[in-house]
């Protein structure tokens, strides 16, 4: 599949704190023409699945924290090309979504690079443990999720982008991270989350939320948009897969990029 590759024009900064750590964080995304890296000084990793040492409540690569919302951003824009370097080990919360990011690469401008080609899934690549599944094949930027509590509130729900790329930015970014009520001592107790309050993450209660959310089905947008940005870790443009996911996180979103990159024979170790 032909593509053009994109960047930014200028170089956009965002400044916080650590979503998990909360403590003070700076993040320079900056034009480039090397694919999209993430740098601490001197080191530096590439943006694929082999390169991810952590999938904890977060996905890390290398030593950055929490890159899940910023990739996801990247793969919404289409952008393929980018130097990421970051101060304080993790990426900001900022309002728990993605829309802080999209705005801000946005304001500094895209360019174009050259036009590149890349090969997509022939067959489509499944991955089921236990309840989790997902199937990534060759399409047209067909997503779904279904974020299923079983009898807990509020049950299961299903969100669908038949244009993933075309309704991202209004319909995907701006979904926020969330927890559940029951979730929060525990959260408390090993120190994560410092970065969010109750603007910037959504709480299921047992019957209803318990703060105002963007969407009626905000959870599971916003696990649409974790999954775009693990997946984006396969190095495939979002528009050129069709994806089906139920129950998935980091851990097996990312599994399933590898397994993507190794059925391409892309994966390098």
């Known amino acids: 599949m032909k593509f053009t590759r994109q960047t930014l024009k200028n170089e956009a900064c965002f400044e916080g704190l650590g979503l998990h750590g909360g403590q003070p964080v700076r993040v320079r995304v900056m034009p480039s023409d090397e694919g999209i890296r ?43 090309d980018a130097e990421i370097e970051v101060e304080g080990g993790e990426m900001p919360g900022l309002d728990g979504s993605a829309q802080e990011f999209v705005s801000g690469i946005l304001a500094q401008g895209l360019t174009q690079l050259d036009d590149a080609e890349i090969e997509t899934p022939f067959k489509r690549v499944f991955l089921q443990e236990k309840d989790v599944k997902s199937a990534i094949g060759r399409g047209a930027g067909h997503w779904q999720y279904t974020y299923d509590l079983g009898e807990r509130w509020p049950g299961s729900q299903t969100f669908e982008s038949p244009d993933v790329v075309l309704e991202y930015r209004k319909e995907i970014a701006p979904a926020r991270t969330f927890a559940l009520i029951e979730e929060l001592p525990m959260i408390e107790k090993f120190g994560l989350g410092k970065g969010l309050d109750e603007n910037s993450a959504l709480v299921i209660g047992e019957v209803g939320f318990r703060n105002e959310p963007r969407f009626e089905d905000e959870p599971a947008r916003h696990k649409l948009l974790d999954l775009i940005g693990d997946l984006y870790l396969s190095g495939i443009p979002i528009r050129f897969l069709n994806v089906v996911a139920e129950r998935s996180g980091h851990a097996s979103n990312v599994r399933a990029a590898r397994n993507v990159r190794e059925s391409l024979g892309l994966l390098s170790l």
């Open 38 to 80: 993430f740098r601490v000084g001197s080191q530096r990793w590439r943006a694929v699945a082999e390169e991810v040492t952590q999938t904890d409540r977060c996905t890390r690569l290398g030593d950055v924290s929490t890159i899940e919302h910023l990739m996801s951003a990247l793969a919404g824009l289409e952008v393929t």
